[in-house]
């Protein structure tokens, strides 16, 4: 019989073990894939026969070499390791569903940069192409580590860091929006009303608005139609948290106000535009990024030949025989919230790992929450042979199109109910439709 890279890899760490002992270790619902069947044959690798005090008649006999291949039986029965056999069940799935990821991902962009997180932590990645090329200086492979705009799936980095705010102050998802936006700005029909559950799920009404902060007092002062108040994504819903979190926070203090004011009643937003961006960031970075252990981030390129995003050139963006010069992205911070954080594939996807399992951004109550509630995220199904019945998993993609700018990002996080985390990014248009997910679900739910 034809054996799989799971099987082959997993059975080095067993003991031999009764088979109803077996299929319990195996069939916990946290671990991917594997199934009783997956533990049919065992390599001698690890193989820790107990001393013949503890071994049942006619079983295996101590010795420094065990027969390959051995046989699970009722007559070699034994123990398992379970750190171990853990370890290698992590190691022989991350690499075939790593694998598969990659021959699915394989010359179809400029340059991919993948990692996959288990539901213990252990994280595999795998990359592809370019993260510079010519006709710009210094190219180089992608890594897994490259830091770049990560876009759209800024908004589940907000929607994380309002999440930790409200459950510190206990405020719900219905509290209204209208006592923490400035004093200063005028709100049109139904704005105060808007709750902050209807920005993390885009029914507030809004339409149509930007995401600078001269934007979204403006937009605010024309008020909503109440007849809008269903699903359509807004990038200005997010970016509102910009201004949301600080007052929140209660870091705006009364002076800070009237300074703010005089100043925009001057036509001077900018430095009101500074101070809500640099404060929504630092709790970002306080909440979410410093207690899952990464250094300080920003919305803005950082490194002295970063990554940059790219076009087929002059006419098919899906052709990169020739592209043009790489997007950068530069300085968004004063748009950052709805999109901006930069982030590496490792990154994403470790973020992604620590929120949905908790508890060091939020509690698993507040995760089970986002998740039930879609706050900054969307449930999919995915179907397969493996999953007949769809196996769901959550997730929020970025997206900053070819045909807007000097080149194009592709970035996504999925959070599995299987326990994997996957997070991509991709530095081009993905040929030859930029539909990418299938080349990631399929192999999670397949593998």
Not at 354 to 364: H, N, R
Request: charge should be positive.
């Amino acid at each position: 019989m034809r054996s799989n890279p799971v099987k082959a890899a997993c059975l080095a760490a067993l003991v031999a073990m009764p088979s109803a002992a077996v299929q319990a270790q195996v069939q916990s619902p946290v671990r991917p894939g594997i199934h009783a069947a997956d533990l049919e044959r065992i390599a001698p690798t690890a193989l820790s026969v107990p001393p013949a005090s503890e071994r049942p008649p006619g079983s295996l006999r101590r010795s420094t070499t065990v027969a390959p291949n051995l046989v699970i039986t009722a007559q070699n029965v034994g123990r398992v390791n379970p750190v171990l056999l853990r370890s290698i069940l992590d190691q022989s799935y991350l690499k075939a569903a790593g694998d598969a990821i990659a021959a699915n991902l394989k010359n179809k962009s400029v340059g991919y940069a993948v990692a996959i997180v288990m539901p213990d932590g252990a994280m595999a990645t795998r990359t592809g192409g370019s993260a510079r090329r010519a006709p710009d200086v210094t190219p180089r492979a992608m890594l897994a580590s490259d830091k770049i705009t990560i876009a759209s799936s800024s908004k589940t980095i907000t929607a994380a860091a309002l999440m930790h705010l409200m459950t510190a102050q206990n405020i719900s998802a219905g509290a209204t929006i209208g006592q923490y936006l400035p004093p200063y700005w005028k709100l049109g029909p139904h704005v105060s009303k808007i709750t902050l559950g209807q920005l993390l799920t885009h029914t507030s009404g809004i339409r149509t608005c930007g995401i600078f902060y001269a934007d979204l007092k403006s937009c605010l002062a024309g008020g909503v139609n109440l007849a809008d108040q269903t699903y359509q994504y807004e990038n200005t819903n997010f970016a509102l948290f910009r201004v949301i979190i600080p007052r929140m926070r209660g870091v705006v203090s009364a002076p800070i106000d009237s300074f703010l004011a005089a100043l925009e009643a001057a036509s001077n937003t900018d430095t009101s535009a500074s101070f809500y961006a640099r404060s929504y960031m630092d709790y970002v970075n306080q909440v979410v990024f410093k207690p899952i252990g990464f250094p300080r981030m920003y919305c803005t390129p950082s490194g002295s030949s970063p990554a940059l995003s790219y076009k087929g050139v002059p006419t098919n963006i899906y052709d990169f025989t020739t592209v043009g010069p790489g997007d950068v992205w530069g300085d968004m911070t004063l748009s950052c919230g709805s999109q901006g954080w930069q982030l590496s594939a490792i990154q994403l996807a470790t973020f992604m790992h620590e929120l949905q399992t908790g508890p060091k951004i939020v509690a698993s109550s507040v995760a089970d929450m986002m998740r039930t509630s879609q706050y900054g995220m969307y449930a999919r199904t995915v179907t397969s042979p493996k999953y007949p019945k769809g196996l769901v998993y959550w997730h929020h993609n970025g997206y900053h199109p070819a045909s807007m700018n000097g080149g194009e990002i592709n970035t996504v996080m999925m959070y599995y109910a299987n326990g994997v985390t996957v997070a991509a990014i991709i530095n081009s248009p993905y040929a030859p439709d930029d539909n990418y997910y299938p080349a990631l679900e399929n192999a999670i739910a397949s593998v």
